[in-house]
Every structure is written in structure tokens, then in C-alpha cells.
């Protein structure tokens, strides 16, 4: 069964005839360990696609699976418990709690749900990322692609069943840029984790397998790029 499945996603905007399609009838799926890419110009629909997939909003029609589970037959409180435990989330701008270490903005997975944390785990990401030696250390002390590299940790210390990455390189310049994409490449294949980015750059979105071209709200390519 495949990790994640799209079916006839739509997403539209306003009513009375005034509104604006988003998303028009997307559909496709990924296998467990896939790397792949979702590439489009601005207002293409591929950031409204990527908040649907992590249950961050709602289709107008189509469901959305996740390790077999329709995410949104859940309630609003099941949804948060599922997205928190099966979905890591990878922002452009990081979203780290400024006032946490870095070992605790990775391990707020864990202290959200009110767990106790993978000491042996914890240590073996921080060395992952290459910052070990930065595990006390606050957001602000850290550069723009050490803070992403952070964020990186925290999307893979739950071992969710699919990790989101909305644009992870689109605040750095190019040697940080160069840095996380080989560390997303890394976790996908020494976790096994099936990493599903976005961007508008050809360049970051040919580093996945397979890339997926949206425009107008439709996919109008799906090509696998690297076996």
C-alpha cells in the first residue's frame, strides 16, 4: 500500500461565482522511501497542495491517505494527535521555539505528546546534523542553515511515516541550500524516510528521485528523474 495517496484533490476559494481554483483534481502517490519533489511557479497551487497533504487545511473535495489513513475523517483533535505523530513538518522560515535548545526544539515531538524522549536517538540526529556540540545552544546563537538543520531534526526524530518540506532551502544561500538538501537526501536513506518537498527551483527539485510539475492547479508532468 502506498505511504501517501492523493485522490481527485480540489481546493477552491470564495463563492457566489467568484472563485478561484486552487487545486483541480490532483492525484498521484508515493512509495515508502520515495524522495520526491513537487515543482511549480507561484500561484501554481503547490503550496495549497502541500497544507492539505499535512492536514493543515481542508479540500473542497478529495481525501487525502497517509499510511492508510484518511486524515480527514478525523476529528480537529485526532488530526492534530496524527500530524504530530505521522507527519514531519519543514518550514522555509525553521518555526523553532526561540526560548528551546536545539536538543529541545527536536525533541518537541516528544514533549508535545507528553513522552519521554530517545536519549540514544536524540544523539544520534544531533551528530546527523552536525550539531552536537550545539545541543544547548538557542535558536538566535545558531546561523539561518544550522537553525533549518534543526528543523530537520525535529521533522525525523518521530520517524513519522512522511516528512513535508515547504521550500526548506528557500531562505538560505547556496552553500546552506547545497547542506540541507544532502542532509534530507541522508535521512531519506539512512532512515528509510519518504520525503515529499516543494519548490519553484529546477535545480533543489532535480536532487529528488522523481519530480512532480504543477501549474494551475493541475499536474501536468510526473517523471521519475534518478533510479
Known amino acids: 500500500m502506498p505511504i501517501l495517496q492523493v485522490k481527485d484533490l480540489r481546493k477552491t476559494y470564495g463563492k457566489d ?16 522511501g520515495e524522495f520526491a519533489a513537487i ?3 507561484s500561484g501554481s497551487g503547490k503550496s495549497t497542495l502541500m497544507h492539505l497533504i499535512g492536514g493543515v487545511d481542508h479540500p473542497t473535495s478529495g481525501s487525502v491517505f497517509v499510511d492508510g489513513n484518511d486524515i480527514f475523517k478525523q476529528s480537529e483533535s485526532e488530526l492534530a494527535i496524527f500530524r504530530r505523530r505521522n507527519i ?12 528551546l535548545t536545539v536538543e529541545e526544539n527536536i525533541e518537541l515531538p516528544y514533549l508535545l505528546d507528553n513522552r519521554k524522549s530517545k536519549g540514544d536517538k536524540l544523539q544520534s540526529i544531533l551528530g546527523t546534523i552536525g550539531l552536537a556540540d550545539r545541543a ?15 528543523s530537520v531534526g ?24 547545497g547542506e540541507i538538501i544532502s542532509l534530507l537526501k541522508m535521512a531519506n536513506k539512512r ?8 519548490t519553484h527551483d529546477e535545480k533543489v527539485a532535480l536532487q529528488a528521485d522523481r519530480v512532480i510539475t504543477i501549474s494551475d492547479g493541475e499536474i501536468i ?5 534518478r533510479q
Open 17 to 32: 461565482g467568484a472563485t478561484i481554483t486552487a487545486l483541480n483534481g490532483v492525484s498521484f502517490s508515493m512509495e515508502k
Open 39 to 41: 515543482i511549480g511557479a
Open 88 to 99: 514531519g513538518l519543514i518550514y522555509q522560515f525553521y518555526n523553532l521555539i526561540p526560548t
Open 136 to 150: 544547548k545552544h538557542l535558536p538566535n546563537e545558531l546561523s539561518g542553515g544550522q537553525q533549518q538543520r534543526v
Open 154 to 177: 525535529r521533522a525525523i526524530i518521530n520517524d513519522p511515516a512522511l516528512i513535508l518540506a515547504d521550500e526548506p532551502t528557500g531562505n538560505l544561500d547556496s552553500k546552506a541550500s
Open 191 to 198: 532512515y528509510g524516510q519518504t520525503l515529499l518537498m516543494i
Open 221 to 225: 508532468k510526473d517523471e521519475v528523474v
